[in-house]
C-alpha cells in the first residue's frame, strides 16, 4: 500500500476485471517422417504451406515419400500450419517425436506410413504423456480379412480357435483416454513428383490417410469447432480411389473395434466414415470430438489461468476462478460445444471451502472442481417406417 502523507484525493487503478480465458488452437499438426532431403534433421520445423515445404523438404529430389504425400494431403484439405520432424527411412520415430514434444502448439501427431506397433505405442504414449494432443494413426494399405484390424499385432498359438492358427492382428493397442485414432484404408493420390514424358498419365501411388485426415480436423475445427466430429466429409486431393473398398458388412466389424473407416459411396464419392478413438468401445472418451474438446477445454484453462499461482489462498480467489472458468464455459455452450439446453445443465464449477478445506489450503494447493457434458456426435441415424391402415376420419363440430 502507498503511504500518504499530506491531505488530498488520490486515484488509484486496481485491475478487478474478469481475466478471460482463450481458446487455445487444436489445428497445427507434427508428422514424423521422412523427407527426400535432410533438411532439418533432429527439429520441428515450422511449415505454413506445401511450396515452402517443397522447397526445404523436397528440393530437386523426384521421389515422394509417405511424407511428402501426407503434407500434401493436410494442406490440400485446408491445413494451415505443420510441423515437420524429419528422420531417416526406417529410424524409429521417437526421437522426432521428442522435437514435436517441445512444441506446445501442436494439437495433431502423426507418423504417416508408419504401421509397425513400435511406432503405434511410441504415437499414443507421447499423446498420452502430453494430454494436449491426439494421435492419428494409419491402418495397413490393405488387409485380406478385415478382422485383422480389430485385433493388436499378435499370433495366437497353434491349437487356439479350433485348431487353427489366426492371422496377425494389424490394429494398434487401445488407449483408454482416447488419445488416438486409426484410420483405413489408404487413398490413392497422383504422383506430383515422377517425371512423366509429354502425353503420359500421372501415374498413382498410395498414400497413407493421416495427412489427409489431419487436415480434415483443422477444417472441421476452423469451420464448425472442435465439438464437431471430423467425419462424413469429402476428401480433397485423391484420384478417387482407395487401396481397398470396404463393403457394409464388414465396415460393421470394424467401427465397433475404433476402426474409421474411409468409404465410397455411390452418390457422396469418397467419405471419411467414422469418428471414433482407440479407447475401448465402451469408455467414455470412444468419440474423437469429445476427447478433444476435452483437450482444449483443460489446456485453455490451465494456461489462462496461471495468474493464479502464489495469490492468496482464500474466498476471493475461489470466486475469481469461477468467475473466469464460467464465463469461458458459458460461452462454449452458446456455440453448441455443450450439451443442455441451460449453461447449468451444461457445466458446473465448484470452488469453495468444501474442495479447499485447511488440510488442502496448508499444502498450497487450490481445487477446481468442473464438470462439463459435452455433446455427442449423432453415429447412428435411426428412422422407423410402417404401414397405416388406408382411411380419413371426419370430424363433426
Known amino acids: 500500500m502507498p503511504s500518504y502523507l499530506s491531505p488530498g484525493v488520490f486515484v488509484e487503478e486496481q485491475d478487478s476485471g474478469a481475466r478471460p480465458i482463450e481458446q487455445v488452437g487444436t489445428s497445427t499438426a507434427g508428422f514424423v517422417g521422412t523427407a527426400p532431403t535432410d533438411y532439418g534433421k533432429g527439429d520441428a520445423i515450422p511449415v505454413d504451406n506445401y511450396t515452402q515445404f517443397l522447397k526445404l523438404f523436397v528440393g530437386d529430389s523426384k ?106 492382428g494389424m490394429r494398434c493397442r487401445n488407449s483408454d483416454g482416447g488419445y488416438g485414432a486409426f484410420y483405413f484404408p489408404w487413398v490413392l493420390v497422383p504422383d506430383l513428383l515422377a517425371v512423366v514424358k509429354p502425353g503420359d498419365q500421372v501415374p498413382l501411388i498410395p498414400a497413407p490417410p493421416s495427412g489427409f485426415m489431419a487436415g480434415l480436423w483443422a477444417q472441421s475445427d476452423a469451420t464448425r469447432g472442435v465439438h464437431k466430429a471430423p467425419a462424413n466429409m469429402a476428401i480433397r486431393g485423391i484420384a478417387n480411389g482407395l487401396t481397398k473398398v470396404v463393403s457394409r458388412a464388414e465396415h460393421d466389424v470394424l467401427n465397433p473395434a475404433g476402426v474409421n473407416v474411409i468409404r465410397v459411396f455411390s452418390r457422396e464419392g469418397i467419405r471419411v466414415w467414422g469418428g471414433r478413438t482407440v479407447a475401448p468401445s465402451a469408455s467414455n472418451w470412444k468419440y474423437l470430438n469429445v476427447r478433444r474438446l476435452f483437450a482444449m477445454i483443460e489446456e485453455s484453462i490451465a494456461i489462462s489461468t496461471r495468474w493464479a499461482i502464489f495469490e492468496p489462498n482464500e474466498k476471493p480467489l475461489w470466486n475469481d476462478l469461477k468467475r473466469d472458468i464460467g464465463n469461458f464455459l458459458r460461452v462454449l455452450h452458446s456455440q453448441g460445444a455443450l450439451a443442455g439446453d441451460k449453461p447449468e445443465q451444461a457445466f458446473f464449477v465448484k470452488c469453495d471451502r468444501e474442495t479447499n478445506p485447511p488440510e488442502i489450503v496448508d499444502l498450497g494447493q487450490v481445487v477446481v472442481v468442473i464438470g462439463i457434458a459435452p455433446v455427442k456426435p449423432a453415429e447412428f441415424l435411426i428412422i422407423r417406417i410402417g404401414q397405416s391402415s388406408a382411411g380419413t376420419t371426419v370430424e363433426t363440430l
Open 63 to 168: 521421389k515422394s515419400t509417405d511424407l511428402v504425400t501426407a503434407v500434401k494431403g493436410f494442406f490440400d484439405n485446408q491445413g494451415t500450419r505443420c510441423y515437420i520432424a524429419n528422420i531417416g527411412d526406417g529410424e524409429p520415430i521417437n526421437a522426432g517425436l521428442d522435437a514435436l514434444n517441445l512444441i506446445d502448439e501442436i494439437a495433431i501427431i502423426a507418423a504417416p506410413g508408419r504401421i509397425d506397433q513400435q511406432s503405434y505405442n511410441a504415437l499414443l504414449d507421447a499423446a498420452e504423456s502430453m494430454k494436449d494432443r491426439v494421435a492419428i494413426l494409419d491402418g495397413p494399405q490393405t488387409v485380406d480379412d478385415v478382422e485383422q484390424l480389430t485385433r493388436v499385432g499378435t499370433v495366437s498359438a497353434p491349437g487356439d480357435s479350433g485348431g487353427k492358427k489366426q492371422k496377425p
